[in-house]
């Protein structure tokens, strides 16, 4: 694969608030807050940057009220932002509860973000584009699933290949799993943690589920978190890696992290296990610091 890479997915104010003990109901719990970017889609295209993509595109919807902040933050990490202001909805926000041992519980208002529309996709988009990433959280509303859908669509009749993260066990079951099954049929690329692959495919073993799924999709990564990472291909595990040791401090955008750079490696002409090396490294990175983008200075 060459070209660049777009992204077509969530971009969210995220509101990290990592916690050092137990949270205390009814009285207050001690917490480090911090405002950041965020959003699975738009953390994967600044880690797709970081990683050596030279040309990232993100396409979004956007409260107008935070659209300049998301454009200049996208910018400073080496992405291009396509963001479509929305007057009528607020910016998509999640408040992220990061405990002790640097696991994380959200709270999610989608926001602008699952109202994009068909309307906002045009092929002219795909023009220089060597690769199309959609991000699951745009399969959970039917406006959005509509405009991913057509994105998709849109690729695979030009050649482009598609790759998918299904972004949330929570929201796909609610949505229902024959419904995203079926809206991402066509993907060549599905990248599910171990929690959405087993929920996907009823099977509790993250590499019978990884290799039920690559029977439907061409090629399929599946992330263990600490346990690094295994890829299927036609219905069997063909590699697992391990990703590095690191101390945790935040685990929000570890799959992210690991997709972009995943992503990054196979348009630089990388094999399924060299690109899932440098997802794990990736991975590894994002979990020691803040909030789910990379460090930009």
Request: hydrophobic fraction near 50%; glycine fraction near 12%.
């Amino acid at each position: 694969m060459s070209g660049a890479l777009l992204v077509v997915g969530d971009v969210v104010t995220d509101v990290v608030a990592r916690h050092r003990e137990p949270l205390a109901p009814a009285t207050d719990t001690a917490a480090e807050i911090r405002t950041l970017p965020g959003g699975a889609g738009a953390n994967a295209a600044c880690w797709a940057a970081r990683s050596g993509c030279a040309d990232v595109r993100m396409l979004g919807r956007v409260g107008t009220e935070g659209a300049d902040w998301h454009e200049e933050r996208l910018r400073r990490a080496g992405v291009r932002p396509l963001l479509v202001r929305d007057p009528d909805a607020p910016t998509a926000t999640v408040v992220a509860l990061v405990d002790a041992d640097a696991e994380r519980t959200f709270l999610t208002d989608s926001g602008a973000a699952l109202r994009l529309a068909p309307g906002d996709w045009s092929p002219t988009l795909l023009e220089g584009v060597g690769h199309l990433h959609l991000s699951g959280y745009l399969f959970f509303a039917g406006t959005s699933r509509e405009t991913a859908r057509l994105a998709l669509a849109t690729a695979r009749a030009r050649g482009v290949p598609v790759s998918v993260d299904p972004a949330s066990a929570g929201f796909a079951a609610a949505v229902g799993v024959d419904t995203f099954l079926a809206a991402v049929e066509g993907a060549d690329l599905l990248l599910p943690n171990a929690a959405e692959a087993s929920l996907l495919t009823g099977l509790s073993d993250p590499a019978a589920a990884g290799a039920a799924l690559s029977r439907r999709f061409p090629l399929v990564a599946v992330t263990l978190g600490a346990a690094g990472a295994l890829v299927a291909v036609s219905g069997r595990v063909v590699s697992r890696v391990t990703a590095p040791a690191v101390p945790a401090v935040d685990s929000t955008g570890a799959g992210d992290a690991f997709t972009g750079a995943f992503l990054a490696a196979r348009l630089s002409g990388a094999g399924p296990t060299t690109a899932a090396e440098a997802g794990c490294r990736a991975g590894a990175a994002a979990v020691a610091v803040l909030g789910g983008r990379p460090p930009t200075g």
